[in-house]
């Protein structure tokens, strides 16, 4: 597909004046029938907000208030300094930032398919931050999972979790869930903490997450407790910058 079609695509004919409505829509829905009869492939890019400004006879605002509805929309994706794309379907999570909860859990409730592929199970050598993190006595070993975790398909987070070897002495049974062995074990954490901080992906995160090195990721450190304190799990995290919304709910103190 070259942008030659697009770019005819919105010249083209008299749409603008036959479809109703304010202009930012008609352009938003113009550029979507323009993906549906597939002149805009999946992850193909669009042609620049001045281009379409010119084709089309709209203001600059005009258009970027229907790219914005459009990323939005979750129909296209805006990278920073590399123009718009189409988006490749991966899905858009919003991620609540006072939820205790899992992987898993957060995908089946949003209606999306959730699987894994295992980088390292299994008991090792804990490294000096493990040991600081799980408050490790000398000598002892640690449970260590790393698993590049797939929303519907599409790669979202390559997650590295370490648990003490009493709470976790068999990494080999977690099989789609650990929050789900922990909590059959009665070790379901009740209360962590997140470190989270932007980062720009190395190249191998980068092609695990099947996006360019340099892109835009996020690290989550996670450390949880059980209701005794102690803690049960220590995992660093890498996710899709583009693929997540962290949302904390804010509530005016009384202290
Ligand atoms: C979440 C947690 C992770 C935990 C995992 C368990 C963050 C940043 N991370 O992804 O710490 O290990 O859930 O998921 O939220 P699972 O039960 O599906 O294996």
Redesign the pocket.
């Known amino acids: 597909m070259t942008t030659d079609t697009i770019e005819s695509f919105l010249k083209s004919g008299s749409w603008m004046q036959d479809a109703a409505g304010p202009r930012y829509v008609r352009l938003r829905k113009r550029i979507e029938e323009s993906i549906e009869q597939g002149l805009l492939a999946e992850s193909a890019p669009l042609p620049a907000e001045r281009e379409i400004a010119s084709l089309t006879g709209l203001s600059r605002v005009t258009v970027r208030r229907a790219m914005q509805d459009l990323v939005d929309r979750g129909i296209i994706v805006q990278r920073q300094g590399s123009g718009s794309f189409v988006s490749d379907g991966t899905p858009k999570v919003e991620q609540s930032l006072s939820r205790l909860t899992?992987?898993?859990?957060d995908m089946v409730r949003r209606g999306l398919s959730?699987s894994s592929e295992w980088l390292e199970r299994g008991i090792h050598v804990p490294s000096p931050e493990e040991v600081m993190a799980l408050a490790l006595s000398s000598g002892e070993s640690v449970a260590r999972i790393a698993r590049l975790?797939r929303a519907n398909d599409k790669p979202m987070?390559i997650?590295r979790?370490s648990l003490p070897t009493d709470i976790l002495p068999n990494p080999q049974l977690?099989d789609?869930?650990?929050?789900?062995v922990l909590e059959r074990d009665g070790n379901r954490p009740v209360r962590a903490l997140?470190r989270i901080s932007a980062i720009n992906l190395e190249e191998e995160d980068a092609t695990l997450l099947g996006v360019e090195p340099g892109a835009a990721g996020l690290r989550?450190v996670?450390t949880?407790y059980l209701p005794n304190r102690r803690v049960v799990?220590f995992?660093r995290?890498i996710y899709r910058g583009d693929a997540y919304d962290f949302v904390a709910e804010l509530r005016l103190g009384n202290s």
């Open positions: 899992s992987f898993t859990e959730s975790r987070a997650e979790a977690v789609t869930s650990l929050y789900e997140q989550i996670r949880s799990e995992t995290s």
